[in-house]
């Protein structure tokens, strides 16, 4: 534990401009006219230098440069400024070069995050014009500063443990240092003496959803609930335990907002935009804030609709504000053209070979975290010279595009089709097993042989040659992708050495992982329905492929069923540091649990029968009105036996 009296005797404890101070409190006032606020900003030179460079960047693009701070302030506003005096104060506060830099750049990096986001929260479902939205949820997590620049060393073992286990960082603080980043930051905000209302949404932005509905009565609830929100959209940008994380920004944005899934993925694709856009104004890399498409992060239509938002308050001209609005949709379009090209091939209108390899790095993360086997098809137009040479370039060019039409319908929704390069295409392949993948292949393979394509009235056969291969990767395997790569390349050439028109598939998985797939697959709800003749495999398939998947943690299943104590499995992830081994691997060789427990529990992680089972009754799948029977015998039968009764109604 730590004492932290330490922080508050340090001498590196952040402080807080006195030009910032003024201009929050006039910022509140509404008798604060732009001359005053222009006199406060003079006296910080620096602060003054940055605000008009800013104003005159391409972040607000205004068509004539600003050369007075007056003019400044007059076109941004008074809260715009005054955020932005105080971001400019904490990116120096938080800027390292030393042995914490990268722990500094992470906590500015999500508070930019959640400040952008609880912004769009509040520009959506709040009024902006109450409360400073980017403001709150930017000074959320100022503990975390203060922690690293006066018990950095201590601090910094909390923030390693906390991304080893995928932890929540304000439990992980609590455990190892007795006090968490909220504590500190909102006992700084009060000496800052900052406004109420930004301090009470820093002290809720972890509570739980009972909590803040206790906790938060007219006044507070707009800020409170939008940076708890942002705060949990920050964790699932920035930190590790996606997982959670996610589930946490579902259930808030439902309460809150009445979101569903769809809509949620809309507000998330526009908080990652704006981030794209605002990173560079921040000092943040947009790169490494998971954005698989960084071309895209050049800010055209979200500055675009920033300097919109910002011209509406201060610009009187309605010629301007059409001009404006029009250019919004100039600026839109734009991007989404740009947004088609870097994503899509231009001639078959699916997946370019970049996208399949961000593709392929993320679900080669998700299953080494989670031991699930990737496959990859690589798919190879059989002969295609000759029909260039034979039909020509333009005849060619349409065999490409039916060909990826083909194979795009004759996929199942989440896996994903690319063009790799001239004939050859590749599809990622979820949650594959051996004998699916193959089977897989073989409907490529037989959708694009029936196809009918024709010159001048008369079919041309068209086939291709097909190789598929699946492994598993391990932890620190940095070779595995390309090796997966390179053995589904070597099937494809072994099938058109064979005679084309045909698949091969080449096993990368070590027989005990076989036998543990097989194990898995057996143990699932839905085959234990298939095989007990209770429903047909082809109406339960495509329920299965439709449910949305929310691992838990091995060692969380574990706990949760009593098979392993906290401190075994802090015992194992201790253990996994040196030995490279997985969760499983480590609990089966100390004794802890066994081979089939493990198999059932992986089982569980990868289809939760209690989802399966809201599925199938809400939707009456099959006829049936008896699956919670079934699942109550299943779970009997389970090496994992759970009584029906711990399952919900």
Wanted: net charge negative; glycine share 4%.
């Amino acid at each position: 534990m730590t004492d932290s009296s330490k922080i508050w005797a340090s001498s590196q404890l952040p402080t807080l401009p006195s030009v910032a101070v003024e201009l929050l409190e006039l910022s509140n006032d509404p008798a604060t006219e732009l001359p005053m606020v222009v006199q406060v900003i003079k006296t910080d030179p620096a602060i003054a230098a940055k605000i008009l460079k800013v104003t005159n960047s391409s972040y607000y693009g205004f068509k004539k440069e600003v050369t007075t701070l007056e003019r400044a302030v007059s076109l941004l506003g008074t809260r715009a400024v005054t955020s932005l005096a105080l971001s400019f104060s904490l990116v120096d506060a938080a800027t390292s070069t030393g042995k914490l830099a990268d722990h500094f750049q992470a906590y500015w990096r999500q508070s930019v995050v959640q400040g952008l986001a609880a912004e769009v929260l509040g520009q959506e479902f709040h009024n902006p014009k109450e409360h400073d939205f980017f403001l709150a949820g930017l000074l959320a997590d100022l503990g975390r500063l203060a922690m690293l620049k006066t018990i950095g060393p201590e601090y910094t073992s909390t923030l390693e443990t906390m991304m080893e286990r995928q932890s929540w960082l304000a439990e992980q603080e609590r455990d190892d240092l007795g006090f968490d980043h909220v504590e500190i930051g909102t006992k700084l905000m009060e000496n800052w003496k900052l406004p109420p209302a930004l301090i009470e949404a820093s002290r809720f932005h972890h509570r739980s959803l009972d909590e803040i509905r206790e906790h938060t009565n007219e006044v507070t609830a707009s800020p409170v609930q939008c940076v708890a929100t942002a705060a949990a959209i920050g964790d699932y940008y920035c930190m590790e335990n996606q997982g959670p994380a996610l589930e946490r920004v579902r259930e808030l944005a439902n309460s809150f907002y009445q979101l569903e899934s769809n809509q949620l993925q809309e507000l998330l694709t526009t908080i990652k935009s704006r981030i794209d856009h605002a990173a560079e104004l921040f000092n943040v890399d947009p790169t490494i804030i998971r954005a698989p498409n960084e071309l895209l992060a050049m800010a055209n239509e979200q500055l675009a609709r920033l300097a919109v938002q910002e011209r509406l308050e201060h610009v009187e001209s309605m010629e301007e504000h059409k001009r404006l609005e029009r250019e919004t949709q100039r600026l839109k379009a734009v991007n989404q053209e740009l947004q088609k090209r870097i994503l899509h091939d231009p001639l078959t209108k699916i997946y370019n070979r970049a996208y399949l390899e961000d593709a392929l790095r993320r679900e080669t993360d998700r299953c080494c975290r989670l031991a699930e086997a990737i496959g990859l098809v690589f798919i190879d137009v059989d002969k295609f010279k000759n029909l260039n040479d034979t039909h020509g370039h333009a005849f060619g060019d349409v065999v490409l595009q039916r060909v990826a039409r083909t194979m795009q319908k004759t996929l199942r929704g989440a896996d994903i089709l690319a063009r790799y390069g001239g004939e050859e295409f590749v599809a990622l392949v979820m949650n594959p097993s051996p004998e699916g993948i193959q089977i897989v292949a073989e409907r490529l393979r037989t959708a694009v042989e029936r196809e009918i394509i024709e010159l001048n009235n008369t079919r041309v056969p068209v086939t291709v040659s097909l190789g598929c291969a699946l492994g598993i990767p391990g932890r620190e395997d940095d070779e595995f992708t390309k090796q997966l790569i390179e053995a589904a390349d070597h099937a494809m050439y072994e099938a058109k050495s064979n005679g084309r028109n045909q698949s091969r598939f080449i096993n990368l998985l070590p027989t005990a992982d076989q036998h543990l797939l097989n194990r898995i697959n057996e143990l699932r709800f839905s085959e234990w329905l298939v095989t007990g003749n209770h429903i047909a495999r082809e109406v339960i398939d495509p329920i299965c492929k439709t449910i949305p998947q929310q691992h838990q943690l091995i060692g969380q299943l574990a706990r949760k069923h009593g098979y392993l104590s906290n401190a075994e499995v802090r015992l194992i992830l201790d253990e996994q540091q040196a030995t490279e081994e997985r969760f499983g691997e480590t609990a089966i060789r100390r004794g802890l649990i066994s081979l089939d427990v493990l198999a059932n529990l992986l089982a569980w992680q990868q289809e939760d029968p209690e989802t399966l089972l809201h599925h199938l009754e809400r939707n009456r799948i099959g006829g049936r009105d008896d699956y919670r029977q079934l699942l109550g015998d299943y779970l009997d039968q389970s090496p994992i036996h759970e009584p029906l009764s711990a399952i919900p109604a």
